[in-house]
């Protein structure tokens, strides 16, 4: 795999794979494409958001899943109807004030993303 999105997802979200990586992991469920584009547009979102502030070591997987989550009602309801708008309730969730923080930026980032070019839909 020579894509360098797959790279950039490592170096950014490596944490999550526990005791592998993205590049093998994606290289296992078949390397679908628009499964790469979501990951690299969470990294993007992950990579700014946490430049000038790093998330505590145990929060960092909280933040990486409600970017993910943001993402995917994004996808499924943006652009919102006429007078409506997207909620992203993150009340099922039991992420902490430290990581709903960072809420507005994520919000902000991923629909700038969606707005300019919609996300592809993802493998099941």
Do not use: H
């Not at 994606?26 to 990579?47: H, I, K, P, T």
């Not at 070591?57 to 009602?73: G, K, N, Q, V, Y």
């Not at 099922?92 to 960072?102: A, G, I, K």
Request: with cysteine; aromatic share 12%.
């Amino acid at each position: 795999m020579t894509d360098s999105r797959v790279a950039y997802v490592d170096r950014v979200l490596g944490f999550m794979f526990e005791n592998t990586t993205f590049a093998v992991r994606f290289a296992e469920l078949g390397e679908a494409r628009g499964d790469l584009v979501v990951w690299y547009r969470n990294a993007e979102v992950y990579d700014a958001v946490t430049r000038g502030r790093k998330p505590r070591e145990a929060e960092r997987i909280r933040l990486a899943t409600m970017i993910e989550s943001i993402r995917l009602d994004a996808m499924a309801f943006y652009p919102p109807l006429p007078g409506e708008t997207i909620e992203f309730d993150l009340s099922c969730y039991e992420f902490s004030e430290d990581v709903l923080s960072y809420k507005e930026e994520v919000v902000s980032m991923v629909l700038r993303q969606e707005r300019e070019s919609p996300s592809p839909e993802i493998a099941p």
